[in-house]
Nanobody, 124 residues
Framework: VQLVESGGGLVQPGGSLRLSCAAA??????????MGWFRQAPGEERDFVSA????????RYANSVKGRFTISRDNTRNTVFLQMNNLKPEDTATYYC????????????????WGQGIQVAVSS
């Protein structure tokens, strides 16, 4: 499966961005996979941000983004979104989307396909 992220960029603190991740692949059934977002800041490990199950039930979020980020998915478009509001400088990172066959996985070890990543920079 190929995952392609889009929507990143430079934004001022307090601003918003909406990331998208489109999945494509022969015999890949997007609708049955958990989709996750992770991020990696320079010099840091890659961290879990959010995940959404195939049924959209009870999305999970890292404590650092709860109340500011919202994950959603459109199974008709094979796309997962991450709406990021009230962005902070500490949100600056490369953001990755990934797929998992494990329901609501939050550890990257449970994800088997990854996008190439997209840069998000929050700075005044």
């Amino acid at each position: 499966v190929q995952l392609v992220e889009s929507g990143g960029g430079l934004v001022q603190p307090g601003g918003s961005l909406r990331l998208s991740c489109a999945a494509a692949g022969r015999d890949f059934d997007f609708s049955i996979h958990t989709m996750g977002w992770f991020r990696q800041a320079p010099g840091e490990e890659r961290d879990f941000v959010s995940a959404i199950s195939w049924s959209d039930e009870s999305p999970r979020y890292a404590n650092s983004v709860k109340g500011r980020f919202t994950i959603s998915r459109d199974n008709t478009r094979n796309t997962v979104f991450l709406q990021m509001n009230n962005l902070k400088p500490e949100d600056t990172a490369t953001y990755y989307c990934a797929t998992s066959t494990f329901t609501m996985a939050t550890s990257e070890g449970f994800y088997d396909s990854w996008g190439q990543g997209i840069q998000v920079a929050v700075s005044s």
